[in-house]
């Protein structure tokens, strides 16, 4: 199942902190080209502001990087990551037994 939430936000600390929910679910990174990396969290905001202050060399050769989430509950949550991993095979995610070529079939856009 594609990605249900068609609202996204720039990658920054503001626009978390303002947007991005302190609860459970999963959460996407891309830009204009691709999806970057699909993650799960208890709290997405935590989760996503993570991210920010790490060094993680795969998001930050990305540039304009948007985000997006879904809210989902903690019993469901990473069953739905593995499926969008899956699906959209995002860049920064390790796809254990898929091609690791980028599809981005099902691009939404940001």
């Not at 935590?46 to 985000?67: I, K």
């Not at 069953?79 to 091609?99: A, F, H, K, S, Y």
């Amino acid at each position: 199942m594609p990605w249900r939430n068609s609202t996204s936000y720039t990658f920054s600390q503001i626009y978390v902190i303002l947007n991005a929910p302190p609860e459970s679910g999963v959460y996407a990174l891309y830009n204009k080209a691709l999806w970057v990396y699909v993650g799960e969290s208890e709290n997405i905001r935590a989760q996503l502001l993570q991210h920010l202050n790490a060094n993680n060399a795969c998001l930050t050769v990305h540039p304009n990087l948007s985000f997006s989430f879904e809210l989902i509950p903690e019993a469901t949550r990473a069953w739905r990551q593995d499926e969008l991993v899956r699906e959209l095979r995002p860049i920064c995610n390790p796809w254990t037994g898929l091609n690791p070529t980028p599809s981005n079939a099902g691009w939404r856009g940001a």
